[in-house]
């Protein structure tokens, strides 16, 4: 069955950085997009990145554009975050979520902290 995992988020100090990695197997990781979502403590979760399968379109909302970067190795079935100038409001959990036009598969999520 499908499956994705998360891992990298840590505690980091305000201005750090960090990359966050998603791992899938069972499913034709190449043919799906991925997603980063950001989800706040007592908020919903929010899109943070995206990345065709290919890897060749991607998409970020303006709250982290320029800070944010997304990538793909559909050899090794792994997208990465990588995540500058972290702010303290980038505190949450971060999940990888995989899509095609007629599924979509959500990862167990990554704890980040953004603090002193």
């Known amino acids: 069955q499908a499956h994705l995992v998360e891992s990298g988020g840590t505690l980091v100090q305000p201005g750090g950085s960090l990359r966050l990695s998603c791992v899938g197997s069972?499913?034709?990781?190449?043919?799906?997009?991925i997603d980063w979502y950001h989800q706040a403590p007592g908020k919903e979760r929010e899109k943070v990145a995206s990345?065709?399968?290919?890897?060749?379109?991607?998409y970020y909302p303006d709250s982290v554009k320029g800070r944010f970067t997304i990538s793909r190795d559909n050899a090794i079935n792994t997208v990465w975050l990588q995540m500058n100038n972290l702010k303290p409001e980038d505190t949450g959990v971060y999940f990888c979520k995989a899509l095609n036009s007629r599924e979509s598969y959500w990862g167990q999520g990554t704890q980040v902290t953004v603090s002193p």
């Open positions: 990345i065709s399968g290919p890897g060749k379109t991607t």
């Open positions: 069972g499913f034709m990781f190449n043919m799906y997009a």
